[in-house]
T-cell receptor
């Protein structure tokens, strides 16, 4: 049982390049999330997927797109990377978003540097 | 807008000392509050979750308390060990009805326990 896995662990991009961050969970969770963590800013929610087939914007969605490929996988895409997107990206999952089922389990993170 | 503040930003203590980490939030209408641990270069691990109707939760040497009316939570660590060195984050979930999922994180307290 690997929990939440993320690939890649580290990536360097040039401004304007695109890339997709991959996330998978093996806990049969319904809900998945993407966060970014920046020094002095804390963790901020980018997008979330309450259940397979649905996605919604979080606090800082601009410049990102997501795909809930199936129940296990939730990807985050940067279409045209900008230096402001340099950050550590965390994927998380939970059984659901409704009350009573909220503990989120986090992956190890992807460190992204945009030059 | 919910804001979460953690004080102090950093704390260094000798091994064996009991310590308290503080978390405050501006909107007292929360559904629950969670304490997480983050090791350097790693993801977040949930330590304790306190429902809004609860006053405290305990797990081993950790005790978290919640005073919703005053917008405060504390994480008490007894008999600290060098292995407790990490960043501790608190996060609150608003009780806005429906299925509001959003966690608002504090910026964390970096704890160093010296042997």
């Amino acid at each position: 049982n690997a929990g939440v896995t993320q690939t890649p662990k580290f990536q360097v991009l040039k401004t304007g390049q695109s890339m997709t961050l991959q996330c998978a969970q093996d806990m049969n969770h319904n809900s998945m999330y993407w966060y970014r963590q920046d020094p002095g800013m804390g963790l901020r929610l980018i997008y979330y997927s309450a259940s397979e087939g649905t996605t919604d914007k979080g606090e800082v969605p601009n410049g990102y797109n997501v795909s809930r490929l199936n129940k296990r996988e939730f990807s985050l895409r940067l279409e045209s990377a900008a230096p402001s997107q340099t950050s550590v990206y965390f994927c998380a999952s939970s059984r659901g978003v409704t009350k009573g089922i909220q503990t989120q389990y986090f992956g190890p993170g992807t460190r992204l540097l945009v030059l | 807008k919910q804001e979460v503040t953690q004080i102090p930003a950093a704390l260094s203590v000798p091994e064996g000392e009991n310590l308290v980490l503080n978390c405050s939030f501006t909107d007292s209408a929360i559904y629950n509050l969670q304490w997480f641990r983050q090791d350097p270069g790693k993801g977040l691990t949930s330590l304790l979750l306190i429902q809004s109707s609860q006053r405290e939760q305990t797990s081993g040497r950790l005790n978290a308390s919640l005073d919703k009316s005053s917008g405060r939570s504390t994480l008490y660590i007894a008999a600290s060990q060098p292995g407790d060195s990490a960043t501790y984050l608190c996060a609150v979930r608003l009780d806005s009805g429906g299925s509001n999922y959003k966690l608002t994180f504090g910026k964390g307290t970096l704890l160093t326990v010296n042997p």
